[in-house]
């Protein structure tokens, strides 16, 4: 089949709730492209709305981070959009088939999400529906972000609602602040960006339930399950900030460029410190040891050391001419209690003899 006389279509490449994607060749200049053609449905004037919304605001962006747009018209009664040809699974495809991602890839494409988020918001577009379906990865790894369909389509609460009554947007994946009705911002892609790489990291999303009222009311009011609980090998640095993208209040999340900047370097990486050059590690302090028994008190009588024993010299052989000295005689040694015991026994008498 030959679109606009231009771009003949090959094999389907998927299909949504208002428009089909297809693989197709740019007769003209040759190359590969996709081809979104806007389902048959001539009385639905809202997706025509936003399929045109969709080209215009995505022509806008030029970033390695979006999908880029190369035309767009009518063609026998349906709109159609062509589009870079991304070749590689969504997220979506690659969390069916692989679970969970490892931290550093998801930091990669965390990093690469923000940053063409970053440049939508500078050109003052908000996503609204960034969800794992919405973003390509391409052989060689870079992330594409497509599907602007919703990107500003209205700003007043009360045309926030399609035709079903459903909030725009993927609930799953839906800012509280959109789920209480209010104007969507830059703030609530950080948010649903937040809850993808939430699902990346763990497996699961960050709330969910069988029924879309209860899911709406967790984004409001549950606080999220901290990923490390999920998951043993999550860095801290890492938490800490998936944690503020899924804050409450739009104004706790981080920007989008500071998103992109934290997961683009090594910041989220958790580093143990280094023990500076030439100093020995700290070592663990022992146990305090028990104090040692106390002595026993001493035990009366006491026992008084022995006076110290006289030294004998051995008399040395008289020099001739010369006399020796000889030492004077000395009485008998009398023990030193002995002698105690006579001096208390002199006192006692001369007291008696003063008192009688």
Known sequence: MLVAGRYRLGEPLGRGGMGEVWQGQDEVLGRQVAVKLLLADEGDENAAMRFRMEAQTAARLNH?????????????????????????????AEL???????????????A???????????????????KPGNLMLGADGTLKIGDFGIARFVDETSAALTRAGQIVGTSTYLAPERALGRTAGPESDVYALG???YQLLTGRPPFWDENPTALLYMHVDQAPV?????RGDVPQPFERQLLRMLAKEPAERPT???VADFFAGSAWRETPRQP????????VPPRPAAPPPAAPPPSFPLRLPEPPQPIAYAPSPPTPGHSRRRPPPQGPKVPFPVLLGA????MAALIGALLF
């Open 226 to 230: 901290p990923p490390s609980q999920r």
């Open 64 to 92: 390695p981070q979006v999908v880029g747009v190369h035309d767009f018209g009518a063609w026998e009664n349906r709109f159609y959009l062509v589009m870079e040809l991304v070749e590689g699974p969504s997220l979506a």
């Open 256 to 258: 989008a460029q500071e």
């Open 343 to 346: 001096a208390v026994f002199v």
């Open 195 to 197: 809850c993808v790489l």
């Open 112 to 130: 690469q999400t923000a940053s063409g988020l970053a440049a939508a918001h500078r050109q003052g577009i908000v996503h609204r529906d960034v």
């Open 96 to 110: 069916a088939a692989r679970g969970a991602l490892d931290p550093p890839a998801v930091a990669d494409i965390a």
């Open 276 to 283: 500076l050059p030439g100093a020995l590690p700290a070592a």
